[in-house]
């Protein structure tokens, strides 16, 4: 395997200022100790770490005889240079703007946000530059201390990792403003009690501000006199277990302070914790794409390893973060606060905690917005894993022998539901559908599925649901119907779509034949091992992938313009270098030529297993194609990826033109339930029909769709419940005779 070497620079020509980003090189070194006292970004043991280094930790590396190169000097610079944002801090929120953020909110929702409260210490309630540790609470009866599970949401332990404050003061603002109107936002508020503390480290985020006001700062610790304290070391539990994952040094960025606990700031985190019964806390840092949960102090897995990586693989749908313990091949800390949260339980309750590292870089306020949105499936995930949380999964429709849903023809429905819950089973979970449109009869409309235990998943496939299709429905139509799903003292609503036609199978592929002309790829059929029959598809039969490997196995492109209810299924086992090789699922329309990731996988996975992909969102798509992806980096190589029996099916759906009109978009003032503005769009159509309406963007990307019968109105926002920009946009409309497309200017 190759290797590059990384000259050592001398000493004499490290003249720059403040803080470097370092590449060290680790060829042979399995673990980081001689690395103790920098802030590891990321690493690989035994080949390289990026570290962030003074110039005096370069004189210390020059004197270690370790290879190393500057990546960026001078990153106070470096950062500023790059800031886009207007005013001070460019668009990631100072301490008084996170503030004023929280005030304005209690401001407009008292009854669900609670006036910003300074956290005690154990002396008293400032911090060494007497400033306050703000938190702020969030629940439907937000004065009360009500028995509902409790979520924990912190920010900026490191003051140049401004990012924490943005992502956990939008979520109180998505929280607030959307209560009543979107149905997440509401269930957190009603089921749940959320804490967010934006800023854990006042005093190093001020530093920062006042020295780099136009952002850049790169101070990392607290402003304990004698040159600060790595607070996300200072925590009691196995404080200072080695000198590897924390220093002694008080010159250190990872300097963990004079005894356990020491500080005002970690103090204030503790009592907090044991002052309440937190089930789930995110601890936001910035940077390098990861999803971390103890044990950091080890490199060994707690009890509930499962448990945390489940939770971090939904948590991570979006933005496909690797997800692992952070002592495990990542890098150690001791004294950090997952370890604390989840390791102490004598003072308080276990919580289970994790550290997203968001971004690419500590300074990016460019894509500051773009991070705040893509976390918000983070912070989703953890309010959901708070108490059992029944998800559905899929639906699959079980038609006749024919492969056709028909007019007359009875279908039976399963159900597949995941609990979403880190530690509560569901207890039974109860199925409920119900029909508002005469081309549907119902059959058998309850059902029941069994508990579920964390993550796990399960259907109703011995108790199916069924409904009698009319026989006056039109073929290559669609009816809708309601789905209810209650477990837990909760009761969640789903709209789904029975599609009646023909079963289309688009990709049915099992390499049997070996040439498989229809897919350009550059992996091989083989017979080792396959899931069914004689073949499969993998990268390298026979050994392991290269470097910098590239395989691909894409698909031609489908018209899907007639078809409904997509869904992709295949089977697979791999064997990747955690964290740093990948198998991508990937897809690709006409609207954008850039390949969009679905999933991702690294790790290894010995046994076949099953995925399966509802892709109805792309229904209507002129080009589509499917690609699977094996990328690796220059270092250490593994078996690769093995795939099997890929089925990607759907149901014929008929498209005409003119079925009904859209009439008019416009923006209504404040309406009743607070002041929230609602934008709605008014559809003209015969009473009774059923319509299926998808908005989409300018660039093609779905950003909501409704199912309901007309005479109706649409409130536009998008699946989330958020405000939609003015612009342009693209209404879809589906109903039982055809499709109209149509485009509207949303103006404000």
Not at 125 to 138: C, H, M, R
Not at 212 to 227: A, E, I, L, T, V
Not at 302 to 319: I, Q, V, Y
Not at 614 to 640: A, I, T, W
């Amino acid at each position: 395997m190759k290797r590059y070497l990384f000259f050592t620079l001398l000493t004499a020509t490290m003249l720059f200022a403040g803080w470097n980003r370092v590449h060290v090189s680790l060829e042979g070194i399995n673990n980081l100790s001689a690395l103790s006292g920098l802030d590891v970004i990321r690493s690989k043991p035994g080949y390289w770490a990026e570290v962030v280094a003074t110039d005096e930790d370069l004189q210390q590396l020059s004197a270690s005889g370790l290879n190393y190169h500057v990546e960026v000097a001078d990153l106070e610079s470096y950062y500023a240079s790059k800031m886009s944002g207007e005013g001070p801090f460019g668009n990631y929120y100072t301490l008084a703007e996170a503030n004023a953020i929280l005030d304005s909110l209690h401001e407009k929702y008292p009854q669900i946000i609670s006036e910003r409260m300074a956290l005690p210490n154990n002396v008293s309630n400032v911090t060494w530059d007497s400033n306050y540790l703000w938190a702020v609470k969030i629940s439907d009866n937000v004065a009360a201390q009500e028995d509902e599970p409790e979520v924990l949401f912190t920010g900026l332990h490191h003051a140049r990792e401004p990012i924490g404050a943005n992502i956990t003061v939008e979520w109180a603002r998505w929280l607030c403003e959307n209560y009543g109107n979107d149905p997440l936002a509401t269930y957190f508020v009603d089921t749940r009690q959320t804490w967010i503390v934006p800023v854990v480290n006042p005093d190093g985020y001020l530093y920062n501000e006042e020295n780099n006001p136009w952002g850049g700062g790169m101070y990392r610790k607290n402003r304990r006199p004698g040159g600060g304290v790595d607070i996300n070391r200072n925590y009691t539990y196995n404080w200072g277990y080695d000198n590897e994952g924390s220093s002694p040094n008080p010159n250190s960025d990872t300097y963990r302070g004079p005894e356990p606990g020491s500080e005002p700031e970690i103090q204030s985190t503790m009592n907090l914790c044991k002052a309440h019964n937190f089930v789930a806390c995110l601890n936001f840092h910035s940077h390098s794409g990861l999803f971390i949960y103890a044990w950091g102090y080890i490199e060994e897995e707690t009890p509930d390893s499962m448990e945390f990586f489940n939770w971090g693989e939904a948590a991570t749908r979006a933005c496909h973060y690797v997800v692992a313990p952070g002592g495990s091949g990542l890098y150690v800390t001791n004294g950090d606060s997952d370890d604390w949260m989840y390791g102490e339980t004598e003072a308080k309750n276990r919580i289970f905690a994790a550290t997203p590292e968001i971004g690419t870089d500590f300074w990016q306020d460019e894509l500051a917005f773009e991070q705040v949105e893509a976390t918000r499936p983070m912070l989703t995930a953890t309010s959901m894993a708070a108490s059992a949380y029944p998800e559905l999964e899929d639906v699959t429709w079980l038609e006749g022998d024919d492969g056709e849903i028909s007019p007359g023809e009875t279908v039976g429905i399963l159900i597949r539901v995941r609990n979403m819950g880190i530690k509560d089973p569901t207890g039974d979970i109860s199925l409920s559908l119900s029909e508002s449109d005469p081309r549907v009869e119902l059959v058998k409309s309850n059902a029941v599925i069994p508990s579920l235990e964390p993550y796990a998943a399960g259907s109703n496939d011995d108790d199916l649901l069924e409904v009698k299709v009319s026989p006056s429905a039109k073929p290559d139509s669609a009816i809708p119907l309601t789905l209810k799903i209650s477990a837990a003292g909760t009761e969640f609503t789903h709209k789904l779509l029975l599609p009646v036609g023909k079963r289309l199978t688009l990709i049915d592929e099992t390499f049997e034949d070996k040439q498989i002309p229809e897919w350009n790829t550059n992996f091989f059929v083989a017979d080792k091992g396959p899931h069914s029959k004689k073949y499969c598809i993998t990268d390298s039969p026979d050994g392991l992938y290269g470097n910098n490997a590239f395989y691909y196995l894409e698909s031609g492109k489908f018209d899907l313009r007639n078809k409904l209810n997509l869904e992709l299924t295949f089977w697979h086992h791999y064997e990747m270098e955690n964290g740093f090789d990948w198998c991508l699922l990937e897809v690709r329309t006409e609207s954008s030529p850039d390949w969009t990731t679905l999933k991702r996988w690294s790790r290894t996975q010995k046994s076949w297993v099953r995925e399966y992909f509802d892709l109805s969102e792309y229904s209507g798509s002129k080009e589509f194609q499917l690609r699977f992806v094996l990328q690796s980096d220059n270092e250490k190589n593994e078996d690769g990826w093995f795939i099997d029996d890929i089925l990607l099916t759907g149901f014929a759906g008929k498209e005409t033109v003119g079925v009904h009109e859209l009439a008019d978009i416009r923006t209504l003032p404040a309406a009743v339930n607070e002041t929230v503005a609602k934008d709605i769009l008014h559809f003209t159509a015969p009473a009774g029909s059923s319509i299926h309406a998808v908005l989409f963007d300018a660039a093609g990307r779905k950003v909501a769709e409704t199912h309901c019968v007309a005479p109706f109105e649409w409130k536009l926002t998008d699946n989330l419940g958020r405000t939609l920009a003015p612009g342009v946009y693209f209404v879809h409309t589906y109903s039982e005779s055809g499709e109209t497309k149509t485009k509207v200017v949303l103006v404000k």
